[in-house]
C-alpha cells in the first residue's frame, strides 16, 4: 500500500522565478492538503483540494496556487519566488469527510530560494 | 481562531524512562480532534496518536498515551519505556471537527540520552 509520495525532494530557485511541487496521495484517500514548515516551526496550512476544487485556504497570497487531477494528485505552484518562501513543504491526504479522518503526511520537498 | 501552544522547546530522558511532553489549546468549539504527530530527521511527519474530543477516555497506543483534559483544554503525550527510536520532533495539532485544516504547535524536540 504506497504512501503519500512527494518529487522532488529538494528543489533550489532563485527569487523571481515559479516552481511547481508534485504530491500524491496514499491509496484510496481523495483529498489533498498543502502545509509550509519554515525551518524551526510548525507547519503552516496553504489549501486543500478535493474533487479537483480548492475548498479551504489558510493566509497565504495569491501567489500560491494549486491543482488537483482526475487521479487525486495534486500540484503546488509559487510565483514569483520569493526568499521567505524558503521552507519544507508538506502534503498530506486524507478521505474528504470521513469523521475524524487523519491526514498522511508525504516526505516533504525542501525548497531553497537564492 | 484556533491556537496550538507547545511550551517546551526542548525535552530529553533516559532511555527507557517516561517523559511527558505538554500542549495546550485554544478553542470556543465543543467538536474536534488533537492529535501527536513526530518528525525524525528525515522529515517526514507520522501520526503517534489521536484522540477525538468526545470521548472522555484517552487514547493509547502501544507505549504512547495521551492526558486529554477537555475543560483545561490541555492534551499531554506521554511517552514510556523511552527507546533511541523516539528521537524526534513532536507537533501537538488540533482540527475541528468541521474544518479540515490541521493547527500545529511549534514542536518539542525530544532527545533520548542512551
Known amino acids: 500500500d504506497a504512501g503519500v509520495t512527494q518529487s522532488p525532494t529538494h528543489l533550489i530557485k532563485t527569487r523571481g522565478q515559479q516552481v511547481t511541487l508534485r504530491c500524491s496521495p496514499k491509496?484510496?484517500?481523495?483529498?489533498v492538503s498543502w502545509y509550509q514548515q519554515a525551518l524551526g516551526q510548525g507547519p503552516q496550512f496553504i489549501f486543500q483540494?478535493?474533487?479537483?476544487?480548492?475548498?479551504q485556504r489558510g493566509n497565504f497570497p495569491d501567489r500560491f496556487s494549486g491543482h488537483q487531477f482526475p487521479n487525486y494528485s495534486s500540484e503546488l505552484n509559487v510565483n514569483a519566488l520569493l526568499l521567505g518562501d524558503s521552507a519544507l513543504y508538506l502534503c498530506?491526504?486524507?478521505?474528504?469527510?470521513?469523521?475524524?479522518?487523519?491526514?498522511?503526511f508525504g516526505p516533504g520537498t525542501r525548497l531553497t530560494v537564492l | 481562531a484556533q491556537t496550538v501552544t507547545q511550551s517546551q522547546p526542548e525535552m530529553s530522558v533516559q532511555e527507557a524512562e517516561t517523559v511527558t511532553l505538554s500542549c495546550t489549546y485554544d478553542?470556543?468549539?465543543?467538536?474536534?480532534?488533537l492529535f501527536w504527530y513526530k518528525q525524525p530527521p528525515s522529515r517526514q511527519m507520522i501520526l503517534v496518536i489521536r484522540?477525538?474530543?468526545?470521548?472522555?477516555q484517552n487514547a493509547t497506543e502501544n507505549r504512547f498515551s495521551v492526558n486529554f483534559q477537555k475543560a483545561a483544554k490541555s492534551f499531554s503525550l506521554k511517552i514510556s519505556d523511552s527507546q533511541l527510536g523516539d528521537a524526534a520532533m513532536y507537533f501537538c495539532?488540533?482540527?475541528?471537527?468541521?474544518?479540515?485544516?490541521?493547527?500545529f504547535g511549534t514542536g518539542t524536540r525530544l532527545t533520548i540520552i542512551p
Open positions: 484522540q477525538e474530543a468526545y470521548k472522555q
Open positions: 483540494y478535493y474533487e479537483e476544487e480548492e475548498r
Open positions: 495539532a488540533y482540527r475541528s471537527a468541521g474544518n479540515e485544516k490541521l493547527t
Open positions: 498530506a491526504s486524507s478521505l474528504f469527510r470521513a469523521r475524524g479522518d487523519t491526514q498522511y
Open positions: 491509496s484510496g484517500h481523495d483529498t
Open positions: 478553542t470556543s468549539e465543543s467538536d474536534y480532534y
